[in-house]
């Protein structure tokens, strides 16, 4: 396909991948956009696992036993979280809820979307949205560009969600445990452990899950064998591994070859980079002697910077592997974003991906931190030489389990998910627009593919949008 006239403008492309929110929970209350008001009353109503509508949404659970802290008997339906009965700020850290593959997809419920309080072990809190025009970003939204029909590529949580930004594929290990594969029934749905709730008014599911599907790929969080990982390295060994001297993985995945957007974009030389929020500071802390404690990687401590190894997608690859000149060109830290940005010097792709506190995700940080932190850095470019011939796109990973109204497009067996947020900030996107053209996470790869010339990734879908009806290319 033939790049639109003018599409050569735009040299630098910034990625910035925001966690776990779905669109309606932030962005349901848009103007001119497809929210929460357009919701029919069967995509409102949320169901009971034998499918009957629930007479109230279930308590929020916590250990097992319904939150005090959630109102009792809510009505079905959905309900502002910053509004009584709760006045939950946009500042306030939410829990985590369950968002993983399988449940996902039971949620969505063949585009339904009835199912997200059932399948959740949050209860009738998934059902809760935010008036969100108190963000920094939905003022950027508001004079650029805000995608309301953009979907998360793969059904589930961060770890697959990455490696759809980059490969638009799913990483597999065939020697992955049958203790750690999802058991399905008949309509592909987990099973239900003994004891399981026949009700969602009576406690979250217990299902057979797994990180793993069936047939040996990974769906759910697995963790790099390179550190910084969530694996310790093997005593004696070397301290840039998550594996032992003789390859066992200890839960890590093994290297992945699968082709992804950096290779595309390096053999057409053409210059790119992944910069994560507290890569040197992990990467020192994955590395120290297994008996000492980590204080970066997954730590919520005062004072630490919360780091997750699963949300690097390109260090589970070989290619990037410890040693390489690819990883020493390519996986860079935030203050080198930053840097270069203040020299008016990016790498043609720049993919970002915020430090925990700073990434929205419920369970460690609230919405508003991470928000002033993306807002103040496309500022940062706005108000650099880059951004004449910049276009910014800042989007979230996944719906951390949020109900979302929008059923998502046909896909395959991995997705598409939940809709989800997509900001495009560019001299050259459209002021005051809502694009209502239908986008995955892959979306991003067609936009990349077709303004560098690259090859195709074979995962990338052929019926979502290239991103190009958000740019107005004639200007």
């Known amino acids: 396909m033939a790049a639109p006239a003018g599409l050569d403008r735009i040299e ?111 209860g009738g809190l998934v059902m809760g949205h935010y008036d969100g025009s108190k963000m920094a970003m939905w003022r950027w939204a508001l004079d650029y560009t805000l995608a309301d029909s953009f979907f998360m590529a793969a059904h589930g949580g961060s770890f697959i969600s990455h490696q759809w930004l980059i490969c638009a594929c799913t990483p597999r290990d065939e020697a992955a445990p049958e203790s750690r594969r999802a058991q399905l029934d008949d309509r592909g749905w987990l099973k239900r452990r003994p004891g399981s709730p026949a009700s969602a008014r009576d406690g979250r599911p217990l299902l057979f899950d797994g990180a793993f599907s069936p047939d040996g790929y990974a769906v759910n969080s697995a963790q790099p064998p390179y550190q910084p990982s969530g694996m310790l390295p093997a005593k004696g060994g070397d301290p840039r591994l998550a594996v032992d001297a003789q390859g066992r993985s200890g839960g890590a995945l093994p290297p992945q070859t699968q082709k992804t957007i950096g290779d595309t974009l390096s053999a057409r030389g053409i210059s790119w980079a992944w910069y994560a929020g507290g890569w040197n500071l992990a990467l020192a802390d994955g590395m120290q002697p297994p008996e000492m404690k980590r204080t970066i990687i997954y730590s919520n401590a005062v004072g630490t910077v919360s780091f997750q190894p699963h949300h690097q997608p390109f260090n589970f690859y070989a290619r990037f592997a410890p040693g390489t000149a690819d990883r020493a060109r390519h996986l860079k830290d935030y203050t080198d974003l930053v840097a270069g940005i203040e020299r008016g010097e990016l790498p043609a792709v720049a993919f970002y991906k915020p430090q925990g506190s700073l990434n929205q995700h419920p369970g460690y940080t609230d919405v508003l931190s991470g928000d002033a932190h993306i807002a103040e850095l496309v500022a940062r470019i706005k108000a650099s030489p880059l951004w004449a011939k910049s276009a910014i796109i800042v989007t979230y990973d996944e719906n951390g389990g949020f109900w979302d109204h929008a059923p998502p497009p046909k896909g395959d067996r991995w997705g598409p998910g939940t809709r989800i947020p997509a900001i495009i900030v560019s001299p050259f996107a459209k002021k005051g627009h809502v694009d209502h053209s239908v986008y995955d996470t892959t979306s991003i790869l067609k936009f990349l593919t077709l303004r560098f010339g690259l090859e195709p990734l074979p995962g990338v879908r052929p019926d979502v949008g290239d991103l190009t009806a958000a740019f107005d290319l004639g200007r």
């Open 12 to 122: 630098h492309v910034v990625v910035i991948y925001a966690e776990n929110r779905s669109f309606d929970h932030l962005y349901g209350l848009f103007p001119g956009a497809n929210g929460i008001a357009n919701a029919t009353p069967e995509q409102a109503t949320q169901v009971d696992h034998d499918g009957t509508p629930l007479p109230e949404l279930p308590p929020a659970w916590k250990d097992g036993r319904p939150d005090p802290a959630f109102p009792h008997r809510m009505p079905n339906r959905p309900f502002r979280l910053d509004a009584p009965p709760l006045n939950l700020p946009l500042s306030q850290q939410l829990r985590d809820a369950t968002h993983a593959f399988y449940q996902n997809r039971e949620q969505i419920d063949g585009g339904r979307n009835d199912r997200f309080a059932a399948m959740s072990d949050a």
